[in-house]
């Protein structure tokens, strides 16, 4: 265990120093913040002046040495727009992306599992080829026009005017058939504070209300690649051994499914969703502009266009250890669900 952690701790070591040397390589492609913080007004003197004091005259290797230097002390500079250091400008919107990855994770946890193990078990029904033919375009379907989707059916709503308007049963048809829409698809409503930088949409109702559609649009990344992993994960297992056994001895099939096969079915599952937990937080930035949701997302994408360097460096190396992190856990719950699967990858 202890070997284990030292090697992720190097590993981790190198995601970040790769991360910052790649942040500093593409400095010179996101423009000069200077003009952006003097405006159009300043003069060359002014502007000099500025480029001097925030270090950017000078040679690219001089300015990463300075900010490694820096780094080591957890000191990832000062944010060139919000004047105030990076890593607490990150820290005021990274809990609106992580509750949103939170709530997406667990909607997709919710439907992908019965979805799954329904069309492994029944596979000639209607509902599970419909399920499974739907999984196959959600995963070809981009996320923006899934929210553009999601916008356009719950919060705008949709009038539908299929049969005749002058007769009972066809204006009572179209009604059933509509949407009024009334979701809120705009912003993060009015969270509530929790603690310090944390203010959480998860207190109030009108809270999840704000997050219910950025959270749907970004499950619908996982939802279909989860629902066609479990199906055929589960499939395999149904066919193996210990379950003909299992049924030979005349246990309950629910006992069977949900017991014996759930449990060895969720193995590649819990490997895959690390990987995609980390995903998420790149989709997030599609999600939060469609959404305008103020997360680390869309502030990342504010920093680009506005080249503040600090902050979009600090934003990667934030995001990488996020990655390393999330990979080490579920290296771990690897471990706890398979005990003959040691942390070094060789069966015990």
Known sequence: MIFFLMRRLLQAVAVMFVISVIGFAVQGGL??????????????????????????????????LHFA????????????????PALDVIA???????????ASAVITLLLSVPMGIFCAIRPRSWLSRGLMGLSLIGISVPIFLTAMVLIQLFSIGVQVTL?????????????LLSIDGGM????????????????????????????????????????????????????????????????ARGLRPSRIYFLHALKNTLLPVVTLGGVQIGTLVAYTLL??????????????????????????????????????????????????????????GRSA
Do not use: C
Not at 45 to 64: F, I, K, N, V
Not at 69 to 84: M, Q, R, T, W
Not at 168 to 174: C, D, E, K, S
């Open 31 to 64: 423009g000069d913040p200077v003009p952006q913080m003097l405006g159009p007004t300043a003069t060359d003197a002014e502007s000099a002046a500025l480029r001097h004091s925030l270090g950017l005259d000078r040679p690219l290797w001089m300015q990463y």
């Open 69 to 84: 230097g820096n780094a080591v002390k957890l000191n990832f500079g000062d944010s060139y727009f919000f004047h105030e």
């Open 92 to 102: 005021r919107y990274l809990p609106a992306t992580l509750e949103l990855v939170a």
């Open 163 to 175: 049969f005749p308007m002058d007769t009972g049963w066809g204006q009572w048809l179209n009604q």
């Open 184 to 247: 809120p698809a705009y912003g993060r409503g009015n969270p509530i504070h929790v603690w310090g930088v944390w203010y959480t949409n998860f207190a109030s109702w009108q809270g999840l209300l704000y997050l219910l559609l950025p959270a749907l649009s970004l499950a619908f990344v996982m939802l279909p690649l989860f629902v066609r992993l479990i199906h055929a994960e589960m499939v395999e297992v149904l066919e193996s051994d210990y379950v003909k056994y299992a049924r």
């Open 287 to 344: 999600t939060e502009t469609v959404f305008q949701w103020p997360g680390a997302g869309l502030m990342f994408l504010d920093a680009i266009e506005r080249a503040d360097m600090p902050l979009v460096v600090a934003y990667l190396m934030v995001v990488g250890l996020m990655f390393v992190v999330t990979n080490t856990l579920v290296d771990l719950l690897y471990r706890v669900l398979n005990p003959r699967v040691t942390l070094s």
